[in-house]
T-cell receptor, first 111, second 118 residues
Framework: GESVGLHLPTLSVQEGDNSIINCAYS??????FIWYKQESGKGPQFIID?????DKRQGQRVTVLLNKTVKHLSLQIAATQPGDSAVYFC??????????FGSGTRLQVQP | EAGVAQSPRYKIIEKRQSVAFWCNPI?????LYWYQQILGQGPKLLIQ????????DSQLPKDRFSAERLKGVDSTLKIQPAKLEDSAVYLC????????????????FGPGTRLTVL
């Protein structure tokens, strides 16, 4: 993933709205993708994952969409809550290799 | 189920000093990773272990960084001597990773150790 230094892209949404966080990945051979949420001072927390043989997977209030044609991943959060405010990272993996992380997106939820 | 444990949580040292971080992965997880996360960036892999063997250490600055996982459980990461640019959060993660078994691919992270080099 590319470095964005201290200036992370920021998505600001109103409480109760739906949020969509986008991610472009680089390796067409990647077969596993995952989204993490990271709050200040904490380690990344697993949200949802998806394999390359799927294009959509749903969890509780979250949906991940995978478009392999354009190498794009998105995370949709329904009815966003103040507790969803954090930095979100996507990551990709090929086979048994380690995850490669993208640049993060800061989600700010306005009450 | 207990998560990935790391210690210490914070460490402040002067440049050229040495420092060591400890990680205890989730019980039974064969794969263990150390990542470096510089402020404002995503985690970057330093080293990956499978049991007590190194799978990938291509991004580990071996002139100053070392890591071991002697018994295939706990791991330590050492920096000697530290440089100013080593200031970062050092994250440990583990994965069960059973081939063909769904739900075992997820990589779980510990809380990290925040290192400040003065």
């Amino acid at each position: 993933g590319e470095s964005v230094g201290l200036h992370l892209p920021t998505l600001s949404v109103q409480e109760g709205d739906n949020s969509i966080i986008n991610c472009a990945y680089s390796n067409s051979a990647s077969d596993y993708f995952i989204w993490y949420k990271q709050e200040s001072g904490k380690g990344p927390q697993f949200i949802i994952d998806i394999r390359s043989n799927m294009d959509k997977r749903q969890g509780q209030r979250v949906t991940v969409l995978l478009n392999k044609t354009v190498k794009h991943l998105s995370l949709q959060i329904a009815a966003t809550q103040p507790g969803d405010s954090a930095v979100y990272f996507c990551a990709e993996r090929t086979g048994r290799r380690a995850l490669t992380f993208g640049s993060g997106t800061r989600l700010q939820v306005q009450p | 189920e207990a998560g990935v444990a790391q210690s210490p949580r914070y460490k402040i040292i002067e440049k050229r000093q040495s420092v060591a971080f400890w990680c205890n992965p989730i019980s039974g997880h064969a794969t263990l990773y150390w990542y470096q996360q510089i402020l404002g960036q995503g985690p970057k892999l330093l080293i990956q272990f499978q049991n007590n063997g190194v799978v990938d250490d291509s991004q580990l600055p071996k002139d100053r960084f070392s890591a071991e996982r002697l018994k295939g459980v706990d791991s330590t990461l050492k920096i000697q001597p530290a440089k100013l640019e080593d200031s970062a959060v050092y994250l440990c993660a583990s994965r069960l990773g059973l081939a063909g078994v769904r739900g075992t691919d997820t990589q779980y992270f510990g809380p990290g150790t925040r290192l400040t080099v003065l």
